[in-house]
């Protein structure tokens, strides 16, 4: 156990301030600290592979929410995206073959 710097007494190791005497401790745990801070600048490649597997963009979405939300929404509006473009295909097929068997007569 680290020592408090100021009055002596036994502070823990992740405490920021000393218990008795309330002085801020230069031991705390550095790494916690220092931890490598990813930037959250979204991306275009995120939104790409939401765009091209939605399942992914979807759970990277639900994932990133809180911790990287920039980088959630690209991935989460590229599965959305893609979605909506593969119903709205649906839907011109659908029409598309519907208006050449009505034109050919067979039914």
Known sequence: MPYCSKCGSEVNQFAANCPDCGAPQSNVNQSSQNRSVQPDNGGFAWGLLGFCVPVAGLILYLIWNNERPRTAKAAGMGALISVIAG?????????????IIGSSGAY
């Open 87 to 99: 119903v709205l295909f649906y839907i011109v097929y659908f029409i598309v073959v519907m208006a």
